[in-house]
């Protein structure tokens, strides 16, 4: 049993980076699990679960082809990272 800290319908943004159509994945994520996109930019998702579905919500991101790249309690958070991406690419 996983205790949870503090109430019930804390939200969690997940920071996602899709492979590839990032609409038609987020409109399936909301669809099927009512988890809101709150921000997009280009193949960049943040959505918006429950921390009760957070575990679901990522294993369904993964298969449908995302990268999780960080899960906040803060959507500020989220931004500054996926900023931090954004305008530090890594070059092999």
């Known amino acids: 049993m996983v205790l949870l800290k503090g109430s019930v319908i804390r939200k969690r943004y997940i920071l996602v980076l899709w492979e590839s159509d990032a609409e038609k994945n987020d409109r399936y994520i909301y669809n099927c699990y009512q988890v809101k996109r709150k921000y ?3 193949n960049f998702s943040i959505l918006m679960c429950n921390q009760m579905n957070k575990k679901t919500v990522c294993d369904i991101i993964e298969k449908k082809g ?3 790249i960080t899960v906040s309690g803060t959507i500020k958070k ?3 990272c996926m900023d931090s991406i ?3 690419p890594v070059h092999p």
């Open 66 to 68: 995302g990268k999780i």
């Open 40 to 42: 997009r930019n280009n």
């Open 86 to 88: 954004v305008n530090n």
């Open 78 to 80: 989220c931004k500054s």
